[in-house]
């Protein structure tokens, strides 16, 4: 199996956080199999999480922060993303990370459009693994809420932008885990990042 580069983002705004022990371990397991990963923490980074403009013919320039994110992604051939979802989506600080380190020009181009009038993708090439955590069951979160926030994460950010395949990974429910429980999710999460998948 070819070693990888993977980038990892714990896309938690804590410190301390089952996304953050996901990701210091996937990094553990893949760094002893021979790939070599590159972990962000999402509470570390610094930056304006508000686009602030309606549109994208005006952006921010990019803090320090954001530049590193952009180059690690642009660096890596498997992308790594840990989040807790929070009211049925992500937490503000990692959508806003989103919001203003993957814009046109960069992350898809809008002045080529592919069949249906889609941008086309411009960080092709890559795979990605999500892991999400939610205190909500599997079962009611298809059921109920169709899974909708891993449909949002693998087909309207990962894939929109070219990462894919892309897999996800539901851990749940995680506020009330049993040492056991967790236990399994880690050794589960050591088994793909041994893969690089």
Do not use: C
Not at 12 to 24: G, I, K
Not at 30 to 58: C, I, N, Q, S, V
Not at 64 to 71: I, P
């Amino acid at each position: 199996m070819p070693a990888k580069r993977i980038l990892i983002l714990n896309g938690h705004p804590a410190e301390t956080s089952l996304s953050n022990m996901l990701a210091d371990t996937y990094e553990r397991a893949a760094t002893e199999a021979g790939h070599e990963a590159r972990t962000m923490h999402l509470h570390a980074l610094t930056f304006d999480p508000d686009h602030g403009f309606a549109g994208y013919k005006e952006h921010k320039p990019l803090e320090a922060d954001l530049v590193a994110f952009r180059d690690n992604l642009e660096w890596a051939d498997h992308v790594v993303l840990t989040t807790p979802m929070w009211w049925g989506g992500l937490p503000a600080k990692l959508k806003g990370l989103l919001d203003r380190a993957l814009l046109p020009g960069w992350a898809f181009d809008t002045r080529k459009l592919k069949f249906g009038g889609m941008p086309t993708p411009l960080l092709t090439g890559k795979t990605g693994r999500v892991f999400v955590t939610s205190d909500t069951p599997d079962v009611f979160f298809g059921l109920l809420y169709r899974k909708a926030l891993l449909r949002q994460i693998k087909g309207q950010i990962f894939q929109f932008v070219g990462i894919k395949p892309t897999r996800i990974t539901h851990f749940a429910p995680a506020g009330s885990a049993e040492p056991a429980k967790i236990h399994a999710w880690l050794e589960l999460t050591k088994t793909l990042a041994v893969q690089g998948k």
